[in-house]
Structures are given as C-alpha cells and as structure tokens.
C-alpha cells in the first residue's frame, strides 16, 4: 500500500511537471518573445534609411495617402477585385465591401458612395474607358523602355 | 510543497507493526469469526483507516502543487525546478525504501513491536480499592 502510494506521488509530480511544459511554459515564452522581439535586418535598415513606418503603434491608421482623384482610386482597385488577383488566404473571393473598406483604410481615403460614383462611371455614354488605367499602362510602358 | 512532501515520505517511511496484549473477535467473513491478538500498522487499526490517511496525505500533496502552480505563474521555470528536484526526492525515496529486488532490505524496515500483557490482579493500584 505505501509502494502504491508513493508511485502516485510519483506520478502525480510528473504529471504536473508536463502540465507546465505543455501549458504554462510554451505562453511565457511567447509573451517574452513578443516583449523582447528584436527588429529584423530590414526593418533596421528601413529605420536607418529614413522610411516611414507605415503601421505606427500608436496610431489606428497608416501613414498613407490617396494621391489622386477618387475615381481612380476606385477603377484601380476595382479592376484588381475583378481580375481575381486577390482572394482570401482560405481561398476564398473577398467581398468588394469589405476590399473596398480595407483598401479606404489603407490609403486614407474617404468615399461615401463608391458603388454609386462607379455605376456613374460606367453609365456615360462618352469616355468610358479609364484614363486612369490608361495612363498606368502607359507609364509602365515608359518604365520598362527606360530599363531597356 | 516540500514541507508537505517531506512530512509524508517522513511518514511513510515508518512501517511499525504493534501487537497488543488484549485479543479481539474479528470477522473472518460472513459466517466465521476468528480471536485473536489486536495488530496496528502505524497507529491503524484497520487497512480501511490507514488507506484514508495515505488519500488525505496524497490529498495535501495535490492541494499544495496546485497552490503553488496557481501563485507562481510568471516563474513557472523555478516552479518547474522545484517539482523536479521533488520527483528526484520521491524516487530516491522509492529507491531507498521499496527496492524492487531487494525484499530483505523491504522488510527490514518493519518494525514490529509486542505490547507485554499486563496482569491486572497484581496491580497494586487496583487491589487498594477493590
């Protein structure tokens, strides 16, 4: 009965040891990690060159702005949505509400209706086309015969 | 937790087997009964009272770990420490006292002790007032 005894001891001891290992221990050292993570080679080298970061902890917004007219913020990006470039990490389609929200996040933009300004775009009867997308193929163009 | 610990491997330890002088009628099972001399094993009269000592023992143990694990989260590599020195403690323990291959050495630890009869109608104490 005492052998049994101090087997249970035994086992109980070596039970709560792995319930440590298991449960208590791999979460400290997260916490440690994320509290001592130190930056990577890129982002020092970003740092030392000058560039912004663009996700200040501080802040609830990036450090980005939409240089152009609003409708070409929304053909550009609606372009990439329908052109299927970019789906959900669990290969899913993205709805274009939530794209479109993310993306005004993003670039600190503020478009009240944009369904409404595309419809608008889509209905004229002259100049239908993007000029906008144009003139990026354009300046892509232009890019790669400078390489060249 | 190693208070705790210590104190029941310390009882553990002792195996003291007592014989009593007044005899006792035990139920042997349901029809026959049998006299004989009353033993105790560690002060227990009975396997059934000493196995609820072990469970409150093992019972103290279990309470005290949990009370540590519940405290001392943000050091759980010490508590860690702790518990395994106390794992090395009850196996050397285990070692010491329960060796597998060695019975000798496992009974040589019983202690067996024979309380002497004592005879009442020379007491002097007793012959006075009666």
Redesign the interface.
């Known amino acids: ?3 049994h ?6 086992q ?3 039970h ?2 792995h ?3 298991k449960y ?2 791999p979460k ?1 050292s997260n916490r440690f990690q994320n509290q001592e993570r130190l930056p990577t080679k890129q982002e020092m080298s970003s740092f030392l060159n000058g560039q912004l970061s663009l996700f200040p902890p501080d802040s609830g917004f990036t450090n980005l702005k939409w240089n152009r007219d609003k409708i070409e913020f929304i053909e550009l990006f609606i372009s990439v949505h329908e052109s299927n470039a970019i789906i959900g990490t669990n290969n899913k389609p993205v709805t274009k509400k939530d794209y479109m929200a993310l993306l005004m996040w993003f670039f600190n933009i503020k478009i009240a209706h944009w369904p409404g300004s595309l419809s608008y775009g889509k209905e004229r009867k002259t100049k239908r086309e993007s000029e906008y997308l144009k003139e990026l193929v354009g300046v892509y163009n232009l890019m790669v015969s400078r390489r060249n | 937790m190693n208070r705790t610990l210590i104190s029941t491997l310390e009882q553990l330890r002792n195996a003291k087997v007592q014989v009593l002088s007044f005899s006792i009628r035990k139920q042997v099972n349901l029809f026959d009964f049998e006299t004989g001399p009353e033993i105790s094993f560690n002060g227990f009269k009975s396997i059934h009272s000493y196995q609820e000592q072990l469970d409150k023992y093992y019972d103290e143990c279990k309470m005290s770990i949990e009370l540590e694990i519940n405290q001392a989260t943000p050091y759980s590599l010490e508590l860690k420490k702790s518990l395994d020195l106390s794992r090395f403690e009850i196996k050397a323990f285990k070692n010491r006292f329960f060796p597998k291959e060695n019975e000798l050495l496992l009974f040589s630890r019983v202690e067996l002790v024979k309380t002497p009869r004592t005879d009442i109608s020379k007491d002097q104490a007793l012959k006075k007032k009666y």
């Open positions: 009965m005492q052998f005894f101090v087997d249970l001891l035994d109980l001891f070596l709560r040891i319930y440590i290992d208590i221990l400290e």
